[in-house]
């Protein structure tokens, strides 16, 4: 195989289905202002996997997850994260007192960024001790679900009564910990399911490009 054809490829294939997801979630959005900060993240993820590609070349697992996150926020952006069809179709299923969509946004939020915390602390930081970078996963998971936090506070104080779609607390004075929780729980149990997975994919990775990114 030529180095880099499988980045290429798994890179166009994410693109493309964005490209698709942000066109059907752009048209006609429930707020325009709250669609783009809801897609805000994944239009940077595009822009640093763009930046980089020819240096890094991540794990095909990694791509899926990424492609997979941005499609959550895009279907968050559509509707907020409030209105999201699917969110009272589980309200219905399970008796819930409130569309919880959000709550797979903050479980992905942890599960997502675990893997690709984890795979940056192995090939670029070149880390060996598993219990180390499983704590390191788990401390960057809560701070970049912290961080968005306070980005919503943010743009809650900057935009006052505008900000409520973005929010999407629904009245539950508990919204920003339970967030935060659905993050760490996201995070563990990426780290407890797909973490064997993962080290296949980076050892293959490896073995075919030593010079496939990191610090190699």
């Keep these: 195989m030529i180095p880099g054809h499988g980045a290429n490829r798994n890179l166009l294939v994410l693109f493309g289905a964005w490209a698709v997801a942000l066109a059907w979630s752009g048209y006609a959005p429930f707020d325009r202002a709250t669609w783009l900060l809801e897609v805000a993240p994944a239009l940077i993820a595009a822009a640093v996997l763009w930046a980089t590609r020819a240096r890094y070349r991540p794990t095909s697992l990694l791509m ?7 499609v959550i926020l895009m279907v968050g952006g559509k509707y907020t994260y409030a209105h999201v069809p699917l969110g009272f179709w589980m309200q219905d299923w399970f008796g819930w007192s409130r569309n919880n969509y959000d709550k797979i946004g903050h479980f992905a939020q942890g599960f997502v960024p675990a893997i690709v915390a984890r795979e940056l602390l192995i090939r670029v930081f070149a880390l060996r001790s598993s219990k180390l970078i499983a704590f390191l996963v788990v401390a960057v998971c809560l701070g970049i679900s912290a961080a968005y936090e306070l980005i919503e506070w943010a743009v809650a104080l900057a935009m006052g009564q505008g900000a409520d779609e973005f929010l999407g607390t629904q009245g539950d004075p508990w ?30 990775l490896e073995a075919a490009d030593p010079a496939a990114g990191g610090a190699h």
């Design 175 to 204: 919204d920003t910990q339970e967030d935060m929780f659905m993050a760490l729980v996201g995070a563990v149990v990426a780290l407890l399911t797909i973490t064997h997975w993962h080290d296949r994919q980076i050892a293959a």
């Design 64 to 70: 899926m997850l990424v492609l997979v996150h941005g």
